[in-house]
C-alpha cells in the first residue's frame, strides 16, 4: 500500500538552528500538509500546499518556517531559526484530490530543540 | 470548520462492539464528517467519513443521526490494537478543497483484555 514517508525520524538541534524536514507524499497526490504535534496536545495545522504554493497556513506558521516541493517528490518543511518551543512531532500528509478525500499522514519526524 | 464535542475518554473490553459518540450541533450542509484515530506514538490514520447516509467499510462503521447534528463511530470487533484517540472532525468540501483538517481533543480509547 502506498504510503507518505519523512526523514529524518528524530532530529536533535541547537537553539537557533535551521531544520529541514522531508517528506516524500504519495505520487499521485497533488494537496501535501504540514502538521505538528506538541508532547501530550492537539495535532495543530501548519500548512497546505497545492499547484506549487502555500494554499493556507495557521498563525504558527510564521516566517521562521517555509515550505517548498523542490523536486516533484519531496515536500520539505523548513525552520530557519529554531526555538525550544519548536519542539515537537511534525507530520507530513497527503491528499489525491478529491474534495471529500481522505489524508494519508507520515509516522512523523521528531524534532528536539536544545 | 464547524467544532465537535467528543468524550475524553472510553473503555471497552477486547472483542466487544465499541460505540464512540460525537456531537456536531452546528454542522453545516457542506460539512463532511471524518474519523481519524492516532495510535501511540504514529501519525493519524483515516478511519471513515460520511455526508449524510450511515457509512460501512473494512475498519468500522459510521452512523450519522438524521438531523446530522451528532454521529457515532462503531467498532464492530475491539481488538488492543484498536486503544487510540478517535477524532471526528468536520470538513467543510463547500470552499475549494485545498484545507486541512482541524483536530480537537479527540476520545482516548482504551481496551482491556
Known amino acids: 500500500e502506498p504510503e507518505v514517508t519523512q526523514t529524518p525520524s528524530h532530529q536533535v538541534t541547537q537553539m537557533g538552528q535551521e531544520v529541514i524536514l522531508r517528506c516524500v507524499p504519495i505520487?499521485?497526490?497533488?494537496?501535501f500538509y504540514w502538521y505538528r504535534q506538541i508532547l501530550g496536545q492537539k495535532v495543530e495545522f501548519l500548512v497546505s500546499?497545492?499547484?506549487?504554493?502555500?494554499?493556507?497556513k495557521s498563525e504558527i506558521f510564521d516566517d521562521q518556517f517555509s515550505v517548498e516541493r523542490p523536486d516533484g517528490s519531496n515536500f520539505t518543511l523548513k525552520i530557519r531559526s529554531t526555538k525550544l518551543e519548536d519542539s515537537a512531532m511534525y507530520f507530513c500528509?497527503?491528499?489525491?484530490?478529491?474534495?471529500?478525500?481522505?489524508?494519508?499522514f507520515g509516522e512523523g519526524s521528531r524534532l528536539t530543540v536544545l | 470548520d464547524a467544532k465537535t464535542t467528543q468524550p475524553n475518554s472510553m473503555e471497552s473490553n477486547e472483542e466487544e462492539p465499541v460505540h464512540l459518540p460525537c456531537n456536531h450541533s452546528?454542522?453545516?450542509?457542506?460539512?463532511?464528517i471524518h474519523w481519524y484515530r492516532q495510535l501511540p506514538s504514529q501519525g493519524p490514520e483515516y478511519v471513515i467519513h460520511?455526508?449524510?447516509s450511515n457509512v460501512n467499510n473494512r475498519m468500522a462503521s459510521l452512523a450519522i443521526a438524521e438531523d446530522r447534528k451528532s454521529s457515532t463511530l462503531i467498532l464492530h470487533r475491539a481488538t488492543l490494537r484498536d486503544a487510540a484517540v478517535y477524532y471526528c472532525?468536520?470538513?467543510?468540501?463547500?470552499?475549494?478543497?485545498?484545507?486541512?483538517?482541524?483536530f480537537g481533543k479527540g476520545t482516548h480509547l482504551i481496551i482491556q483484555p
Open positions: 500528509a497527503s491528499r489525491w484530490g478529491e474534495n471529500t478525500g481522505e489524508l494519508f
Open positions: 460520511g455526508l449524510t
Open positions: 472532525i468536520l470538513r467543510d468540501v463547500g470552499g475549494g478543497g485545498a484545507d486541512g483538517l482541524t
Open positions: 505520487s499521485n497526490h497533488l494537496y
Open positions: 500546499f497545492y499547484n506549487n504554493e502555500i494554499s493556507e
Open positions: 452546528t454542522i453545516s450542509g457542506t460539512d463532511y
